[in-house]
C-alpha cells in the first residue's frame, strides 16, 4: 500500500501540514503519551494499525543505542532510546511557542526524521531553514524522507550544540533534543530579539519547554510546561565511575517529600545544585529510593527509606550530595514553595542561570 494512499486524519494545526507517514520508518516502536503500553508496529504485516499509530499523539521510536543495537520488537524494550519522531502534541506546543513569521531564517537543533525541518520549511521557505544533526545515518535517512515529501532544507551534518555558525544570523532556533545548559553559541548565532525554544532538562531526561528571546548579548525566558525529550547527545549523563568507600550520614528529610514535592523543587534544583541528577523511585519491595548524581566531580548518593524504618544514606566521592539536596530542598521551603511557573532563565556568555519571579533576582548556589 502507497503512502498516497492514506487520507492523512486530522492533526494539531501546526502539524497537520506535512504528513507524518512521509517520516515514520516501516516497522518501529511506538510510545504512548500516557500509561498505555508500547508496542511495536509493522506496516507490512498490518498496514490500518501502522496507519492509526501513525496518526495517534505518540513518539515513535526509530534508532536505539545510537544505531549500533539494530531497531526491533525485542531490542525496543531494552535498549537506550536515541533518535525518534516526536508526538504531534509536544511538536505542536513547541512550534507554537517558536511563533515563527513567514521568511525567517530557522535552525534546527536534531533533524532526527525530518518531519518537524518539513514543518518549518512549510512554515518559512525550505530555503530558509537549516537543520543539524550529530547522527550521519540518522541524517541519511532525514534526507530521504523529506526528498519523498517534497522538501530540500539545508541538512548538516555536525554538532549541534556548536549550532551553524556559516549560516547565521537566525531568527528563531528550534531545539528537538533536551539540554542540561543552553549553549552560548545559539545566543551568539540569534538576531535580537529572536527567539530559542528548547526541552530543558537539567536534572534529569522530564525537563520543561524553555522559550528565551535574544536581548543582543544574552537570552532571557521562561518555561511553558513540561517535556520529555532524548538528551543532546553532548550533555548526556555518563555512569558513575566505581564508588570508593561510603559515607553513612543520619538524614534529616525523608526522601519521599524531596521527591514528591512536585515541579517547582525540580526547577529549582537546577539553580541551587546545577549539574546535579535527582530520580526517586518506589521499589517493588516497598523501599522508596532517590539517587543523586554529579557527574563532573563523580560523586553519587542513594537515600533508602524502607517502611517502618529511618531513611539510610550512602554518599560517595568528594561531594556530600545528600546533604547538598536536603539544603536545596530546605532553601525552596524558606521561599514559600513557588512553582515551576515562577522560575526564568538567563543565557550569556558566563553560562546559565535560574530566576525567581525577575530575571535579577538569581538564585545563589549551594557550595559545588
Not at 222 to 247: S, T
Request: proline share 7%.
Amino acid at each position: 500500500m502507497a503512502v498516497d494512499d492514506f487520507a492523512a486524519p486530522a492533526l494539531p494545526d501546526r502539524v497537520g501540514t506535512v504528513p507524518r507517514e512521509y517520516f515514520v520508518p516501516q516497522a518501529a516502536w511506538v510510545m504512548p503519551m500516557r500509561d498505555a503500553p508500547s508496542y511495536w508496529i509493522d506496516r507490512a504485516a498490518d498496514p490500518e494499525g501502522w496507519r492509526r499509530a501513525v496518526y495517534s499523539d505518540t513518539t515513535i521510536l526509530t534508532q536505539v543505542d545510537d544505531g549500533e543495537t539494530e531497531l526491533c520488537a525485542e531490542s525496543a524494550g531494552s535498549a537506550v532510546a536515541s533518535s525518534s519522531n516526536t508526538a504531534p502534541s509536544l511538536v505542536a506546543d513547541f512550534l507554537a511557542l517558536l511563533d515563527a513569521y513567514d521568511g525567517d531564517r530557522v535552525l534546527e537543533v536534531g533533524t532526527g526524521t525530518g518531519w518537524t525541518a518539513a514543518l518549518l520549511a512549510a512554515r518559512v521557505g525550505q530555503r530558509n531553514v537549516t537543520t543539524v544533526e550529530v547522527d550521519r545515518q540518522v541524517a541519511r535517512q532525514a534526507v530521504a524522507n523529506l526528498e519523498c515529501a517534497g522538501f530540500a532544507p539545508r541538512v548538516v551534518v555536525g554538532d549541534g550544540a556548536q549550532g551553524v555558525a556559516e549560516e547565521a544570523p537566525f531568527d528563531r532556533v528550534h531545539v528537538t533534543c533536551a539540554v542540561r545548559e543552553v549553549p552560548y553559541a545559539w545566543v551568539e548565532q540569534t538576531r535580537p530579539g529572536g527567539v530559542i525554544v528548547a526541552p530543558w532538562a537539567p536534572t534529569s531526561v522530564a525537563g520543561h519547554q524553555l522559550r528565551l528571546v535574544v536581548t543582543g548579548e544574552a537570552a532571557v525566558g521562561r518555561l511553558w510546561g513540561e517535556a520529555a525529550f532524548m538528551m543532546l547527545r553532548q550533555q548526556r549523563f555518563r555512569p558513575p565511575d566505581a564508588p570508593d568507600e561510603a559515607r553513612e550520614p543520619q538524614a534529616r528529610i525523608d526522601p519521599r517529600r524531596i521527591t514528591r514535592a512536585g515541579v517547582g523543587l525540580r526547577v529549582a534544583l537546577a539553580g541551587l545544585i546545577p549539574g546535579v541528577a535527582v530520580s526517586g523511585l518506589d521499589r517493588p519491595d516497598g523501599v522508596h529510593q532517590v539517587m543523586v548524581r554529579h557527574v563532573a566531580s563523580g560523586s553519587d548518593a542513594v537515600c533508602r527509606k524502607p517502611p517502618d524504618l529511618l531513611p539510610q544514606v550512602k554518599q560517595y566521592g568528594p561531594r556530600d550530595l545528600w546533604d547538598e539536596l536536603e539544603a536545596a530542598y530546605l532553601t525552596w521551603v524558606g521561599w514559600g514553595e513557588p512553582d515551576w511557573d515562577r522560575f526564568g532563565v538567563t543565557v550569556d556568555a558566563e553560562g546559565q542561570h535560574l530566576w525567581l519571579d525577575k530575571p535579577d533576582n538569581r538564585i545563589s548556589k549551594v557550595q559545588r
